[in-house]
T-cell receptor, first 111, second 114 residues
Framework: GEDVEQSLFLSVREGDSSVINCTYT??????LYWYKQEPGAGLQLLTY?????DMKQDQRLTVLLNKKDKHLSLRIADTQTGDSAIYFC???????????FGTGTRLLVSP | NAGVTQTPKFRVLKTGQSMTLLCAQD?????MYWYRQDPGMGLRLIHY???????AKGEVPDGYNVSRLKKQNFLLGLESAAPSQTSVYFC?????????????FGPGTRLTVL
């Protein structure tokens, strides 16, 4: 079945770049997503990438997709303390309107 | 436009008790989902619905039942709660249209089963 894996923790200093990595298994996924969860809240869509793209940039966020290796990454430039949160990678299960989420990466940004 | 709302926000149950979690969305979305979030395991899909009157099993459906009698509501029931069902429960909805198939999440219900 589908499986999405992420590392559990990442710690960076304010102003540095953060890179969160994800691997997935379903090569037929049409969309791949990054969701952000702040403490005590639900998930919010941060960005997504269509499977026929290699890269997507949205202000401080850059998503890179390597379909051959089934590897997705999220780069946050100039990371701020407000970026501290849990970041979830998710792949779409094609044809079923379902998502499979990774375990989430807790990003801690220190001043 | 409230988006996705969940009630209650918190609940403590004793083993064997029953309860229903309510999810409501005011976006006229066709698809609705119930997830549970546990430390180190991400979000796991319990049940979902592709439209009013329909339900389907997700990844971890055992011990839960759902109903979608009205398009805007998706109920999650625990008939006989167990400590293993201690978790944070999230509801989400999706229009099934548009360019991104984004799921919109509620704020969560924190359930403790003693």
């Amino acid at each position: 079945g589908e499986d999405v894996e992420q590392s559990l923790f990442l710690s960076v200093r304010e102003g540095d770049s953060s890179v969160i990595n994800c691997t997935y298994t379903d090569s037929s996924s049409t969309y791949l997503y990054w969701y952000k969860q702040e403490p005590g809240a639900g998930l919010q869509l941060l960005t997504y990438i269509f499977s026929n793209m290699d890269m997507k940039q949205d202000q401080r966020l850059t998503v890179l997709l390597n379909k051959k290796d089934k590897h997705l990454s999220l780069r946050i430039a100039d990371t701020q303390t407000g970026d501290s949160a849990i970041y979830f990678c998710a792949e779409e299960v094609k044809g079923f309107q379902k998502l499979v989420f990774g375990t989430g990466t807790r990003l801690l940004v220190s001043p | 436009n409230a988006g996705v709302t969940q009630t209650p926000k918190f609940r403590v149950l004793k083993t064997g008790q029953s309860m229903t979690l309510l999810c409501a969305q005011d976006m006229n979305h066709e698809y609705m989902y119930w997830y549970r979030q546990d430390p180190g395991m991400g979000l796991r899909l319990i049940h979902y619905s592709v439209g009013e009157g329909t339900t389907a099993k997700g990844e971890v459906p055992d011990g839960y039942n759902v109903s979608r009698l009205k398009k805007q509501n998706f109920l999650l029931g625990l008939e006989s709660a167990a400590p293993s069902q201690t978790s944070v429960y999230f509801c989400a909805s999706n229009s099934g249209q548009g360019s991104s198939n984004e799921q919109f999440f509620g704020p969560g219900t924190r359930l403790t089963v003693l």
